[in-house]
C-alpha cells in the first residue's frame, strides 16, 4: 500500500531550536510539495519539487526555512530558527506529473510543529 | 486576499439533508480538484474536474466545475455522519514546467445523527 512518509509526526521544541521534518514520497512520483495548515490560513504552499529540482519556493520564509530533496527517496523542510508563528502541521504530498499522471496529491499524515 | 474562496466556512446539518459549498475565484484554473480531509489525516482526493461545464457524480457527491473555469461546487445529496469532515478546493495552475496547486481554506462540514 504505496503512501507518503512524514517524520516526525509531533514535535514540541523552544523557540530558536532547529527543526527538521523529513518525507519519503510515493515510490515513482516526480513530484514533491511542502504545504503548511493552520487554522488561520488554511494549506499553504512552502515548495514544490519536480524531478528533485526546487521549481517553487515562493511561498517559504528564505530567512529561515530551506527545503532540499538529497535523493529520491527523502524531502527535507528544516527552519532554522524556530519562532512561535511557525507552529503548524506540515504536509508533503508527492504526486505524478506527465507519463500519464492526474495531477492528483497523496498526501502523509503530517507534522505537527509546536514552538514553545 | 485569498486565491480561492471556500463558502461557507462552517456548515452543521442534520443526517438526511442535502447540502452544497461553493469554490470561487477570479482566476481561470486548468483543473480543479476536490479533498477531504479528516482529523489527523492528509486531505485526499475525492475528484478532478478539468473541462468548463463538467459534472461528474461520485455516489452522493456532484461536482461541478464552472464554464468559465473558474469556480465550482459540491452538493451532497443525503448527507450522512460519515461525510463529516474538512472538504478542500485546490485550483491548479500550469506554466511551462510550473504546477501549483493552490488550496481553499475550506469547508468544515459536521454531519449530526
Known amino acids: 500500500d504505496a503512501r507518503v512518509t512524514q517524520t516526525p509526526r509531533d514535535k514540541v521544541t523552544e523557540m530558536g531550536q532547529e527543526v527538521t521534518m523529513r518525507c519519503q514520497p510515493i515510490?515513482?512520483?516526480?513530484?514533491v510539495f511542502w504545504y503548511r495548515q493552520t487554522m488561520m490560513q488554511g494549506l499553504e504552499l512552502l515548495a514544490y519539487?519536480?524531478?528533485?529540482?526546487?521549481?517553487?519556493d515562493s511561498g517559504m520564509p528564505k530567512d529561515r526555512f530551506s527545503a532540499e530533496m538529497p535523493d529520491a527517496t527523502l524531502a527535507t523542510l528544516k527552519i532554522q530558527p524556530s519562532e512561535p508563528r511557525d507552529s503548524a502541521v506540515y504536509f508533503c504530498?508527492?504526486?505524478?506529473?506527465?507519463?500519464?499522471?492526474?495531477?492528483?496529491?497523496?498526501f502523509g499524515e503530517g507534522s505537527r510543529l509546536t514552538v514553545l | 486576499t485569498q486565491l480561492l474562496e471556500q463558502s461557507p466556512q462552517f456548515l452543521s446539518i442534520q443526517e438526511g439533508e442535502n447540502l452544497t459549498v461553493y469554490c470561487n475565484s477570479s482566476?481561470?484554473?486548468?483543473?480543479l480538484q476536490w479533498y477531504r480531509q479528516e482529523p489527523g489525516e492528509g486531505p485526499v482526493l475525492l475528484v478532478t474536474?478539468?473541462?468548463?461545464?463538467e459534472v461528474k457524480k461520485l455516489k452522493r457527491l456532484t461536482f461541478q466545475f464552472g464554464d468559465a473555469r473558474k469556480d465550482s461546487s459540491l452538493h451532497i445529496t443525503a448527507a450522512q455522519p460519515g461525510d463529516t469532515g474538512l472538504y478542500l478546493c485546490?485550483?491548479?495552475?500550469?506554466?511551462?514546467?510550473?504546477?501549483?496547486?493552490?488550496f481553499g481554506k475550506g469547508t468544515l462540514l459536521t454531519v449530526n445523527p
Open positions: 485546490a485550483g491548479a495552475q500550469s506554466t511551462g514546467s510550473n504546477y501549483k496547486l493552490t
Open positions: 474536474v478539468v473541462t468548463g461545464g
Open positions: 504530498a508527492s504526486g505524478l506529473r506527465g507519463q500519464g499522471g492526474t495531477g492528483e496529491l497523496f
Open positions: 515510490l515513482g512520483h516526480n513530484t
Open positions: 519539487f519536480r524531478n528533485r529540482a526546487p521549481l517553487d
Open positions: 482566476s481561470v484554473f486548468s483543473s
